[in-house]
C-alpha cells in the first residue's frame, strides 16, 4: 500500500491533448497519450486523495476510484477545471491544451471540391494562469529548445508553484512512451533533474513535492 500523505485532500488533474474541430468530422489535435496526466491521477488516489481528472481523449481506460470528466476542446477544459478548483487544494495541469482554435469551424463536412481552404485559427485562452493562486498550480512545460529557460518563463508567467519540463526530442521522453526524463523547476528557483523513470515513478516525485506544499 502507497503512503497515505494525500488523505483527504482534492487534487485536479488533467490529461490528454484537447482537439479543436474544422468541421462534423476532423480536429486539429496534437500527439499527447495521457499518459503522464494518468498516472498522476492514479498515484494521486493511491495516496489518499480525492482526484477529479479531467481528460481530453486518449486511448486509456478510466481508472476506477477517481472522478472523469470528459472534454474535448480547449475551451471545456478551461470550464470543467474552473469549476473543479474551486473544491481542491491542488492542480497537475499535464494535458496538452490547444493553444489555438479554428473560428468559425463548419456546420457540414467540408468538400474536397473548395480547393484550397484557409483556416482561420484564433487564441485560447491560458487556463493555468486563469486559476486563483490560493491553490497550489503545478505545470508542464514540453519543450523542443532551451528547456529550462523556457519553463523558469511560464513558470513566472502562469504563477506556478513548479513546473515539470521535459525535451520531447528525447526519444525516451517523448510522446507515447511509459517513461519520462523531466526536470522539476519550483518558485524559489530551485532546479532539480531527475533521471530516466517511468511515468508512474516521475508521478511520485512529483506527488511528493505536493504533499511537501500542503
Ligand atoms: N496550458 C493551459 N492553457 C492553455 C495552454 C497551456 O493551462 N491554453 C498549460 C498546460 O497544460 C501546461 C502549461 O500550461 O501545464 C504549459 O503549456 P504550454 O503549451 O507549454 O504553454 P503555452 O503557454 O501554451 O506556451 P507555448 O507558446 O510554448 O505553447
Same mark, same amino acid.
Given at each position: 500500500? $502507497?503512503?497515505?500523505?494525500?488523505?483527504?485532500?482534492?487534487?485536479?488533474?488533467? &490529461? *490528454?491533448?484537447?482537439?479543436?474541430?474544422?468541421?462534423?468530422?476532423?480536429?486539429?489535435?496534437?500527439?499527447?497519450?495521457?499518459?503522464?496526466?494518468?498516472?498522476?491521477?492514479?498515484?494521486?488516489?493511491? /495516496?489518499?486523495?480525492?482526484?477529479?481528472?479531467?481528460?481530453?481523449?486518449?486511448?486509456?481506460?478510466?481508472?476506477?476510484?477517481?472522478?472523469?470528466?470528459?472534454?474535448?476542446?480547449?475551451?471545456?477544459?478551461?470550464?470543467?477545471?474552473?469549476?473543479?478548483? $474551486?473544491?481542491?487544494?491542488?492542480?497537475?495541469?499535464?494535458?496538452?491544451?490547444?493553444?489555438?482554435?479554428?473560428?468559425?469551424?463548419?456546420?457540414?463536412?467540408?468538400?474536397?471540391?473548395?480547393?484550397?481552404?484557409?483556416?482561420?485559427?484564433?487564441?485560447? &485562452?491560458?487556463?493555468?494562469?486563469?486559476?486563483?493562486?490560493?491553490?497550489?498550480?503545478?505545470?508542464?512545460?514540453?519543450?523542443?529548445?532551451?528547456?529550462?529557460?523556457?519553463?523558469?518563463? @511560464?513558470?513566472?508567467? @502562469?504563477?506556478?508553484?513548479?513546473?515539470?519540463?521535459?525535451?520531447?526530442? #528525447?526519444?525516451?521522453? *517523448?510522446?507515447?512512451?511509459?517513461?519520462? /526524463?523531466?526536470?522539476?523547476?519550483?518558485?524559489?528557483? $530551485?532546479? #532539480?533533474?531527475?533521471?530516466?523513470? $517511468?511515468?508512474?515513478?516521475? &508521478?511520485?516525485?512529483?506527488?511528493?513535492?505536493?504533499?511537501?506544499?500542503?
Amino acid at each position: 500500500m $502507497s503512503k497515505q500523505d494525500l488523505a483527504g485532500k482534492a487534487i485536479v488533474v488533467t &490529461a *490528454g491533448g484537447t482537439q479543436e474541430p474544422i468541421d462534423p468530422v476532423r480536429h486539429i489535435g496534437n500527439r499527447s497519450s495521457g499518459k503522464m496526466g494518468y498516472a498522476i491521477a492514479e498515484a494521486s488516489r493511491d /495516496r489518499g486523495a480525492r482526484v477529479t481528472l479531467i481528460t481530453a481523449p486518449t486511448a486509456l481506460p478510466d481508472p476506477p476510484g477517481i472522478k472523469i470528466v470528459h472534454i474535448i476542446t480547449a475551451d471545456e477544459m478551461r470550464s470543467a477545471v474552473l469549476e473543479a478548483v $474551486s473544491q481542491a487544494e491542488a492542480l497537475i495541469m499535464a494535458a496538452a491544451v490547444s493553444d489555438y482554435r479554428v473560428e468559425g469551424p463548419a456546420e457540414q463536412k467540408i468538400k474536397r471540391e473548395h480547393g484550397r481552404i484557409i483556416l482561420e485559427l484564433v487564441p485560447t &485562452a491560458d487556463i493555468l494562469s486563469e486559476v486563483p493562486d490560493n491553490i497550489r498550480k503545478i505545470g508542464f512545460a514540453a519543450e523542443s529548445e532551451n528547456l529550462i529557460i523556457n519553463a523558469k518563463i @511560464k513558470l513566472e508567467r @502562469k504563477r506556478l508553484d513548479m513546473i515539470v519540463a521535459n525535451d520531447i526530442t #528525447d526519444p525516451e521522453s *517523448g510522446f507515447n512512451v511509459d517513461t519520462n /526524463r523531466v526536470i522539476l523547476i519550483d518558485k524559489t528557483g $530551485s532546479v #532539480d533533474e531527475l533521471p530516466l523513470m $517511468s511515468k508512474r515513478e516521475v &508521478a511520485e516525485v512529483i506527488l511528493d513535492r505536493v504533499a511537501g506544499m500542503m
